[in-house]
């Protein structure tokens, strides 16, 4: 199998706001309205067939339930821009309380489905499901060297959640020597894995580790192994290994019964980033944040009588509020240069919020927070809306200070709070997973208390006196470094920081502080990019030294 091509933006570490917005592109599928007829009707035409299509054939069997299987993974796809097409391999009599039937679809008649498909179509991957008997296996496979397509990823089902065997014993040596030496990626949960391997136990991350390698070893390009059944784990932990690197992805293990299709789904998530062009760990990392928000919206869901019900792929589309545009995996390496705006001070040199967010994007600012204490709601949210578009376009994440209801209306990137301001636990609720949450912390029991509620980072200071922000005590480097000892979460130093002490705070060496926060050395100062510019190339040969 061909292997995924890179991505034409290449996505730097910084840039995961912009990649996300790339990657949701929700299509915008306006009526259908036949045109008045004009003097050049076939260029429509040709201009109609000049654009490609993200497509994923995907390969499983049907659930008359539509948790899972083909059901699941068109309306993965769907959700995330990509078309689906399907090939049947089974046909599954299932609800929420188990499978009552299988019906596997005769091999030829398979084979009939994906030459259709295949000879006709641009598939860039394929995905597969259920794949009930090794004669389907070698079909598929034997159609794959025909047609050969983009990405190749197989979700080895077996065992439907319920505890019903889905793909016998004898299907699992085709599974081993002919698909997997073709598969991009191979996504295994860790019975699957223990099944694959000869029935290992499988009880640590350790040996989760181990398992990816040994799948590895079967042909594979990269392995996922899923952690999503592991006991004891507050964390949802899935191990990625791409023969070098073994990566642990840690997700929110969300409360609740509907996870039936969350294998599918992931699966189908990952076929439809690769189609569109994302990286591997990239499309891992969209996928997995995908399951998870899914699972959060539908937590409530009422499906049927069973103990695992379906949850709503297409949450994103009832639920403005949360639009896939911000979904943003959030990475601590963004808090390195964090620019906090200030109202006044913006009036004070004559620029408007828009121009002081544009001008510390372009001298190096890699997150930024509205922060405007004196603007009427209207306007507030009117400069908001703005810097999203600004922000999204430069893949830099844009948070509002203390204003969930402005973060929402703008579809922000997160917010970030106080101790006087609205809980980080109730901001979560408000927000959903997808959403970056920042919590200011002086103290270590404030920082265990922001990761207890479900925070993304902290912000601790003021590390030297500011007159920014009134009655704020002074930590010093002591209260800063007895903070950033005792969090879970990554910090960013804020107080006082300027160019002539940032680098003092970036050596102290602390592992967890990822960067400073500034307000008056940036937008208190006539030319914002300038000072944006100085202080990042500080911090850069700060970073250098220790
Ligand atoms: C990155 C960052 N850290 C701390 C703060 C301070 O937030 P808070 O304590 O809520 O005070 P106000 O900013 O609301 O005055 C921050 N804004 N950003
Ligand atoms: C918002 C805030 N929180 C703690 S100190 C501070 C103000 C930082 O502003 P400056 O960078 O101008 O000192
Ligand atoms: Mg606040």
New binding site residues.
């Given amino acids: 199998m061909a292997s995924v091509s890179a991505p034409s933006a290449a996505l730097s570490p910084h840039r995961t706001s912009a990649s996300a917005a790339l990657l949701f592109p929700y299509p915008c599928f306006s009526p259908r309205v036949s045109p008045a007829p004009t003097a050049r009707p076939r260029r429509l035409a040709v201009s109609a067939r000049a654009m490609p299509w993200p497509h994923v054939l995907t390969v499983a069997g049907s659930d008359s339930g539509a948790g899972a299987g083909i059901q699941a993974d068109i309306k993965a796809c769907a959700a995330l821009g990509a078309y689906c097409s399907s090939v049947i391999t089974a046909v599954t009599a299932q609800n929420t309380v188990g499978v009552q039937g299988v019906h596997a679809v005769p091999e030829e008649f398979v084979g009939e489905q994906l030459k259709s498909v295949l000879a006709d179509m641009s598939v860039d991957v394929v995905k597969t499901g259920m794949l009930p008997s090794a004669g389907i296996v070698k079909v598929l496979c034997e159609n794959l060297r025909k047609f050969p397509v983009k990405a190749l990823v197989v979700d080895p089902v077996m065992v439907s959640t319920s505890g019903d065997t889905l793909s016998g014993p004898s299907t699992l040596a085709t599974y081993r020597d002919e698909l997997f030496p073709m598969a991009d990626i191979v996504t295994p949960n860790v019975k699957e894995a223990s099944k694959l391997l000869g029935d290992v136990s499988l009880q640590t991350i350790s040996d989760m580790r181990s398992a990816a390698e040994s799948i590895y070893k079967l042909g594979p390009k990269h392995v996922l192994v899923k952690g999503g059944d592991m006991p004891d784990s507050t964390d949802a932990i899935d191990v990625f290994f791409d023969g070098e690197e073994f990566i642990e992805l840690h997700g929110l293990r969300i409360k609740t019964s509907n996870t039936h299709g969350t294998g599918c789904t992931l699966a189908s998530c990952i076929a439809a980033e690769l189609a569109k062009g994302a990286t591997m760990l990239h499309a891992v990392e969209v996928a997995k944040k995908f399951v998870e928000s899914a699972l959060y919206h539908s937590k409530d869901l009422v499906i049927g009588n069973g103990p695992q019900g379906p949850f709503d792929h297409l949450f994103s589309l009832n639920s403005p509020l949360h639009k896939m545009g911000s979904l943003h995996k959030f990475n601590p390496d963004d808090l390195f240069l964090y620019a906090?705006t200030d109202s006044g001070m913006n009036k004070k040199w004559g620029r408007s919020i828009k121009d002081a967010v544009k001008a510390a994007i372009e001298g190096g600012a890699t997150i930024v927070q509205l922060?405007e204490k004196d603007t009427e709601t209207r306007e507030f949210l009117e400069a908001a809306k703005a810097c999203v578009e600004i922000c999204r376009s430069s893949g830099v994440p844009l948070l509002i200070n203390d204003r969930v209801d402005v973060a929402l209306a703008c579809n922000a990137d997160g917010v970030h709070v106080g101790q006087s301001d609205m809980p980080a636990w109730e901001v979560r609720e408000l927000l959903g997973p997808g959403k970056i949450i920042g919590v200011?912390c002086k103290t270590p029991a404030q920082a265990g208390q922001a990761w207890k509620d479900g925070a993304d980072y902290i912000?601790c200071?003021?590390v030297f006196p500011?007159t920014?922000?009134a009655n704020?005590p002074t930590l010093g480097f002591e209260g800063l470094r007895t903070v950033c000892l005792a969090s879970k979460l990554p910090v960013v130093a804020?107080?006082?920081?300027n160019t002539g002490n940032a680098g003092s705070v970036m050596e102290l060496g602390l592992p967890n502080l990822k960067g400073v926060?500034?307000?008056?050395?940036l937008f208190?100062r006539e030319c914002v990019a300038t000072e944006t510019r100085s202080l990042r190339s500080i911090l850069m040969n700060a970073c250098s030294r220790s």
Avoid: Q
């Fill in positions: 906090v922060r200011s912000g200071g003021g500011t920014t922000k704020n804020i107080g006082g920081i926060a500034v307000v008056s050395a208190d």
